[in-house]
């Protein structure tokens, strides 16, 4: 069984200060890295998605890669009350058509 | 607009009534697929489809049946739900190696 594993939180962060969300996959076979953010009773939309290890940086956004270690993060910069929301990390198969297997979520409150 | 639409947005029906929540997208994708969410589970596959005519079980794909008859159109089917088919559930499309476009989810309540 392939699992993508996230803290549920809730994460709790000042307005202004990095937010830094994890996920762990067991899949070594993975190749592509998406990040969801989903307000409650709303549908996912896409944040970021990263293909290579290292670091992809999208405005406030940072996605970094780290497959020796089956690791990816999501890093918020100056953090708004607007982005409190649930944040799925997804995790495409090698060979698995476009099948996304998604982490139960991280929730995010940005507090003033 | 681009979108992914899903019909109805809210449902409650009883157990063993048939019914089909339809999903249509106006982008041309090759791939759709269809989610449950639940909590604490997460969003879970049920069924995908990778262009027309080819329809493939996901993860959770009992109870549910799908057809992919046109590229634009991939309607879910429950045939006879059940209340563990309580549910919300999202529709998903995209070109194949592209990210995932949900439309605005059906929340479904079997009594």
């Known amino acids: 069984q392939k699992e993508v594993e996230q803290n549920s939180g809730p994460l709790s962060v000042p307005e202004g200060a990095i937010a830094s969300l994890n996920c762990t996959y067991s899949d070594r076979g993975s190749q592509s890295f998406f990040w969801y953010r989903q307000y409650s009773g709303k549908s996912p939309e896409l944040i970021m998605f990263?293909?290579?290890?290292g670091d992809k940086e999208d405005g406030r956004f940072t996605a970094q890669l780290n497959k020796a270690s089956q690791y990816v993060s999501l890093l918020i910069r100056d953090s708004q009350p607007s982005d409190s929301a649930t944040y799925l990390c997804a995790v495409k198969e090698a060979g698995g058509g476009n099948k996304l297997t998604f982490g139960t979520g991280t929730q995010l409150k940005v507090e003033l | 607009e681009a979108q992914v639409t899903q019909n109805p947005r809210y449902l409650i029906t009883v157990t063993g009534k048939k019914l089909t929540v339809t999903c249509s997208q106006n982008m041309n994708h090759e791939y759709m697929s269809w989610y449950r969410q639940d909590p604490g589970l997460g969003l879970r596959q049920i069924y995908y489809s990778m262009n027309v005519e080819v329809t493939d079980k996901g993860d959770v794909p009992e109870g549910y049946k799908v057809s992919r008859k046109e590229k634009r159109n991939f309607p879910l089917i429950l045939e006879s739900p059940s209340p563990n088919q309580t549910s919300l559930y999202f529709c998903a499309s995209s070109f194949v190696d592209s990210p995932l476009h949900f439309g605005n989810g059906t929340r479904l309540t079997v009594t």
């Open positions: 990263i293909y290579s290890n």
